[in-house]
């Protein structure tokens, strides 16, 4: 590659290193991190130069244990002050960063020590460290396993003592120098580590810092893992260069408990987190039939002021009653949420943007570090779509496989933030990426379907690999069936399955909080989850329910006929989701494959 002719586009700060000592020299004093203190309850605060103090100390002790330009550190640590400590010091050196999910088998950390060949590996807990210890019998480049938290030879607070006492100035790596080797989920086959480059990485978060509407003083719930690069560069990278404040939220069942403590300005989320939320405040109504009256007229009145600048008297009068309330579910403070992972429902987008708190769909993957498209207050926000492409990329719609006449085809990007390609894998390097360039920028194939309209905002209609044919010769894209039923709200998750076969069928996994608790369906959901659906009643009402919504997007052949109702939910402690909350399909059917193949019996 002639990295002189992209220059252009890789302009400074080009690298993470000079990405974040440009921040502490511009926001030393101001927060950065928090994190919350399970003694006291409070959350506790670092500046940028409190956290460039450490960085400097631990790339110190680091360069003194001998790590070398281009050597890989790993860690097996969540979001935290020490996981930012650990990455920027091993890229000042020269070293790409490797990082990994807490929650996690054994035998993928295991297999992806081995294929990164991690030198130094930071773990966050004793149980995870006296694991990792043992994997260095069979991988040889496995030179030293630490412990952030605890006490001994081994932990973080050594090193970064030892390093205080050799001081070390910071490399700065060239753009186009691995920074990062971020693992896929393995959904197929063994997880694919994807090179991502300082220039990917950098121009990435610079991109999602100039398309919103910011100040200098946003202040963020992290509650993406850093492990994918959504949080990477959505959250880390880009309040990096904004000088933010980005305060961990402890787990999911706690966010509303931090959201009230952080009182966001700005943040990045998964659709799911609002999808929630919005299930809560509809549950909450419609217990009341007095409150729910009220709500209902004050949505009404909503929907009426959609795009008036000076809103109506009773707009705002339902807006100091009402929708002050939902905003304080969140903080009070909240102008802005970046969605991405899945399509958020319109509807539920629109809700949110008529109470206040307006929503922007974007679109990306691990391997374009991530951020492809957005919609934006600098953009427009079509709901729906996943909006424009950024700035230096180019989308094109591939119809080789579906035909000209096709209103779809596979997604290709050509970007500054398009990978190097996959660790150790030239064959499938060679397969997904383009044989040419854009402006010299390379491309990849995503492996998704969509459509660019007439304003170039990007739709996504569902994904090649997981498509197949009926019976009949008819191609399905289970996913966008899935996606689909999932808006409904009494579906928790779903697969859809017929491959060679002469109808669709679905596995379904009721939402029993939503069923218990909603007035068409409470009489049939007050027992055990397995009285529920063993209740044909409750289950016939959610095959119509499904059937119904899939009658407006998708023709006859595509709509499950027949349904199996499961109590356990997809998870990843139960290796039906990956990290990112995608489904594992070929565990689900290793699992209940044979139950769904029955529903064709004597068919």
Known sequence: MNTEKLDAYYTKPNNLVD???????????????????????????????????RVNNLRGALSKLGLEKGEKVGVIVGNSVEWFICANATHGLGGVFVPMYEKELQKVWQYIIKDAAIKYLFVSTQKIYDVAKTFQAEIPTLKGVFVLYGEGGNTLSVLEQMGKANPVPSYKPHWSETAFIIYTSGTTGDPKGVLLSHGNMTHNAKECHATFNVGVHEIGLGILPWAH????????????????????????DKLLLNFGEIRPTHM????????????????????????KQFFDLACAEAVKNRGLAEKTKEFKDYDALVFSQIRNIFGGRLKQVVTGGALMKPEIALFFDDVGVPTYNGYGLSETSPVISNNGPKRGNKYGTVGKAYKDTKIVIDKSNVGEDSLDGEIIVYGAQVMQGYHNKPEITREVMMPDTWNGLPGVRTGDRGWLDEEEFLHITGRFKDEYKLENGKYVHPESIENEIKLLRYVSNVIVYGEGRTFNVALVVPDFE???????????AQGTTEETIANKEC?????KQIADHLRKSFGGYEIPQKFLYITEDFSVDNGMLTQTLKLKRRNVM??????LRALYDNV
């Open 19 to 53: 990405l974040f000592e440009d921040s502490v020299a511009k926001f030393a004093k101001l927060d950065l991190f928090g994190t919350k203190n399970q003694k006291t309850g409070d959350y506790e605060w670092v500046n940028f130069e409190q956290v460039a103090e």
């Open 229 to 252: 690069s959504f949080g990477l560069t959505a959250d880390l990278h880009t309040f990096i260069i904004g000088g933010w404040q980005l305060g961990f939220a402890e787990s999911a």
């Open 268 to 291: 990045n989320a998964v659709p799911r987190v609002f999808n929630i939320i919005y299930d809560k405040i509809q549950q909450g109504v419609a217990a009341d039939p007095v409150k």
């Open 514 to 524: 939503t069923l218990k608790h909603d007035s068409q369906t409470s009489a049939w």
């Open 539 to 543: 289950t016939s009402f959610i095959s």
């Open 590 to 595: 290793e699992k209940y494959g044979e139950r």
